[in-house]
């Protein structure tokens, strides 16, 4: 007997017609005398309603906690239902919200980590022989209250369950049938691969690929839970994510974008030791995340400093540096929340040469202007207008993968 993790996004239980297809999933896997631990997303478009919600009531956002109070009802919704229309095809079958799967993250409301799993209730249930459908993207924190995860952290609670239940299989089910070279319903000709390593898909998730919550391939790569991405409407293997991959480095793996991404420029900073660190150090005190920084080269004692940060920090971020403008005396800040990060992801590419400049030659052949430039050893990004966002990537697939 194996204990097996699948986890349902919100599309796969969309309607009632699609929880009975997942339903019929589950105790298939549980006839062959598996146990069965399920993880499920809100339905279709929920969580995002439910902001919309949030935002009629006040436009500047909710308190965080409330929204997160908010937000995990969605999930609640998506397991009762998930958990009768089992019932209806007469399987034992129980679900739980996240704090009662023992799901303990921090207080950090809307982007919680998980701190520990307290596994008694879920191995007490399994020991019934009941299926169990859990809440994903929720857990409880030390106040008693409740916390998400982040958009898309379901997945992370699926795999921190396989990890804390030591589970043979991790299968995260979603509307494409596997991980591709690039977003298969956006880009033609994007290639489905049998195999990715953690490291390319951390890349490529943390890069905008969302058929996986970067957060969850950090943690199966932390815990060596070896995932599978696969379809809940067609049956056939997926894609495999694990540490070592059959097939030789490739030299680019994938095309992701990220439109989440905004522009910050600090224009006429003195040119003088110190100026870099107390502007970060600033930033990092007000809990924004600085992607992809640019320095000028000081002229006439001054300097200017552009860094990007995700969209949705751009307005904290701004505030965080007007509150030390009088000491950093600077002459002004321009934003731009108009902007996307096109990169490509490809272990092999450090051992190559000119990777970079066929991507820019790429872009430059499609008309793009290219803002900013940042590399690692198995990525290069560029910024770019958000407009032409998805031409960029089609033209550097096009190139590079074909
Ligand atoms: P779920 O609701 O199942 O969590 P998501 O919408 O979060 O599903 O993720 C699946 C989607 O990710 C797909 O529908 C696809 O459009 C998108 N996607 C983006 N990049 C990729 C990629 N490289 N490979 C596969 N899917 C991708
Ligand atoms: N329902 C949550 C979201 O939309 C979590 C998830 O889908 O994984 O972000
Ligand atoms: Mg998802």
């Known amino acids: 007997m194996s204990l097996i993790v699948k986890k349902f996004g919100g599309s796969s239980v969309a309607d009632a017609e699609r929880v009975f297809r997942v339903a ?21 478009d929920t969580t995002d309603d439910l902001l919309e919600k949030a935002y009629e009531i006040n436009p500047d956002g909710g308190s965080k906690r409330e929204i997160d109070m908010l937000l995990t009802a969605g999930e609640q919704i998506s397991i009762a239902l998930l958990a009768m229309a089992i019932e209806k095809l007469g399987y034992p079958v129980i679900s739980l919200l996240g704090w009662q799967a023992g799901f303990q993250t921090d207080a950090n409301y809307g982007i919680a980590r998980i701190r520990d799993i ?10 019934k022989r009941n299926i169990i459908i859990v809440a994903g993207f929720q857990g409880i924190n030390k106040y008693d209250d409740l916390t998400t995860l982040g958009r898309g952290g379901s997945d992370t609670s699926a795999v921190a369950i396989a990890a804390a239940m030591k589970a043979d299989r991790c299968q995260i089910y979603t509307d494409v ?54 379809s809940s409407i067609e049956p056939k293997p997926g894609t495999i994510v694990k540490e070592n991959v059959k097939m030789e480095k490739t030299l680019i793996r994938g095309v992701a974008k990220d439109c989440n991404v905004a522009r910050i420029s600090i224009i006429g900073l003195n040119d003088t030791p110190g100026v870099a660190f107390k502007l970060f150090n600033q930033l990092a005190q007000a809990k924004i995340n600085v992607d992809i920084i640019l320095q000028s080269v000081g002229r006439d004692g001054t300097k200017d400093i552009t860094f990007t940060t995700p969209l949705t920090q751009s ?39 000119g990777v970079a400049a066929k991507m820019f030659e790429a872009i430059y052949d499609a008309g793009i202007n290219i803002q900013m430039i940042s590399t690692s050893e198995i990525k290069i990004s560029v910024l770019i207008d958000a407009k032409y966002a998805d031409k960029a990537v089609q033209a550097v697939h096009d190139k590079l993968i074909g």
Not at 24 to 44: F, H, L, M, P, R
Not at 177 to 186: E, F, N, Q
Request: hydrophobic share 40%; net charge negative; with cysteine.
């Open 118 to 127: 307290n596994a008694e209730r879920m191995r007490a249930e399994l020991a």
């Open 24 to 44: 019929s999933i589950i105790t298939e896997e549980y006839k062959k005398g598996n146990d069965v631990i399920v993880v499920v997303s809100a339905q279709g």
């Open 315 to 353: 307005k904290d971020a701004m505030a965080a540096l007007e509150r030390i403008k009088d000491t950093l005396q600077f002459k002004e800040i321009i934003s731009d929340n108009d902007c996307a990060k096109v990169s490509i992801v490809g272990a092999g590419m450090e051992s190559h040469p």
């Open 177 to 230: 049938d596997g991980v591709y070279s690039a977003d298969p319903r956006k880009v033609t000709g994007a290639k489905k691969m049998d195999e990715i390593t953690y490291d390319e898909m951390l890349e490529l998730a943390s890069l905008g690929a969302q058929v996986l919550n970067n957060r969850s391939v950090e943690m199966a790569k932390k815990y060596n839970v070896e995932l599978e991405v696969l």
